[in-house]
């Protein structure tokens, strides 16, 4: 089981720049898409759909900002958009995909990067999304959740940590949440079960020189139940071709989807 994540910057503009045909080279199982910065009505033909893959979007309110989608090989169970609050909802951050044993999710947590107003609503989604993973856990499947969670967890998953320890996707009480979350919570961190290396980043900002000098963030996971651990086969972020500002992970499992 193969399966894509990776922030857009926007659909359309990523399309631009030759994400489809890769896409549809990779032959993933899933891909999730965060930050489509359209509406589905907005979209050219080509963009509802890979010619092997269903696609599934939950749009944001706004024109231009957030949304996230699905790619998907084969049919599923059910999909369910939004995670039933209407403020948060309104952004287009969160839609699942069943399948008989498991469930993928394409996921995009709020950003505080641009003033104290956005990181308290950050704080707000944490603080209402634990006891929602808490609850997927009780669902006694395999999950994977897949996206641009906008936390470095450690250290190690940053360039510049020293620097960034009062901003927004390193501050402690974010570290805090994924300490839990990866500890507590059971849940797994798959990119580092197979590949515990340094210098593993899948964004890196538009100043400076970051992307040429690898000064970047891993911002970027797969998120997975405790169950799927022994599964995790390899992981690799592709950097060759640059479609935004982040770069796509695959992460494949020795799983059977059906």
């Known amino acids: 089981m193969k399966i894509i994540t990776v922030n857009v910057n926007g659909i359309r503009s990523a399309a631009q720049k030759g994400l489809l045909p890769w896409l549809s080279a990779q032959d993933a199982d899933v891909v999730c898409l965060q930050e489509t910065k359209a509406q589905e009505h907005q979209l050219d033909p080509a963009l ?3 010619p092997t893959h269903q696609a599934y979007f939950f749009d944001a309110q706004k024109k231009g900002y957030s949304g996230v989608a699905l790619f998907l090989k084969h049919p599923p169970l059910r999909v369910t958009r939004g995670l039933g609050w209407p403020g948060m909802d309104a952004e287009g951050r969160y ?7 498991l469930s993928v999710i394409s996921l995009y947590l709020p950003s505080g990067s641009s003033g104290p107003e956005r990181q308290a ?6 603080g209402r999304f634990m006891p929602v993973l808490r609850a997927l856990r009780a669902e006694k499947r395999e999950f994977v959740l897949c996206g641009d969670w906008n936390i470095a967890h450690q250290a190690i998953d940053l360039k510049n940590w020293r620097s960034n320890q009062k901003n927004s996707g390193f501050l402690p009480e974010e570290r805090a949440w994924m300490d839990q979350l990866l500890g507590a919570e059971g849940w797994v961190d798959a990119f580092r079960v197979v590949d515990p290396a340094a210098d593993q980043y899948t964004w890196w900002s538009n100043r400076g020189q970051a992307w040429a000098k690898n000064v970047g963030w891993r911002i970027d996971y797969h998120i997975v139940t405790p169950g799927l651990r022994a599964a995790i086969q390899r992981a690799a972020i592709y950097k060759d071709q640059r479609f935004s500002d982040h770069a796509p992970l695959t992460i494949e499992y020795d799983f059977e989807l059906l």
Not at 95 to 101: M, S
Not at 121 to 126: A, C, E, G, I, T
């Open 48 to 50: 509802h759909h890979l």
């Open 95 to 101: 839609i699942r995909a069943d399948y008989e044993k």
């Open 121 to 126: 609503h950050k704080f707000s989604f944490m």
